[in-house]
């Protein structure tokens, strides 16, 4: 059923200014498993909460008395699942990125404070920016082989 388990998000690049919270991503060999998926975590208690409006993840709520965090299931077409870990991966080799994305999120939850709307939306050109330089670089790579 699952092809992959990663850590994405703040948590996952070392050094990264982040809310404890672990955000995981779950990449299905299938996207005709999700039924199946949605079932066996409802039975550990989770609750499944729908894609929240975006498209190529699914998200589920926390277990009472679990720890904090996040848990996504994606199809392995997903374009969300491949933004989160060239997210992560291209903060992770660099630091220089990765300390202004440290020095943004400061300022913003500063700014915005439990406003999680606002302070997604306001880190949201950062995000693009680093995203673009990946397609870039991907881009680039794939015409020199």
Do not use: W
């Not at 609750?47 to 709520?61: C, P």
């Not at 009472?64 to 080799?93: A, G, K, M, Q, W």
């Amino acid at each position: 059923m699952a092809a992959a388990i990663e850590h994405v998000g703040s948590t996952a690049v070392p050094g990264l200014a982040a809310k404890p919270i672990i955000d995981l991503d779950v990449l299905l060999i299938s996207a005709t498993d999700l039924p199946l998926v949605i079932a066996k975590f409802a039975s550990v208690g989770y609750e499944h909460r729908g894609n929240l409006g975006v498209a190529g993840r699914e998200a589920f709520r926390t277990p009472p008395n679990d720890l904090p965090h996040h848990l996504y299931v994606c199809p392995s077409s997903s374009p969300e699942y491949r933004r989160h870990i060239s997210f992560r991966d291209y903060l992770r080799t660099h630091p220089a990125d990765s300390n202004s994305y440290a020095g943004l999120k400061r300022e913003l939850v500063r700014k915005f404070g439990n406003d999680r709307e606002a302070y997604t939306q306001a880190k949201s050109r950062f995000v693009a920016e680093i995203l673009r330089r990946v397609d870039k670089t991907s881009t680039k790579a794939e015409r020199e082989h």
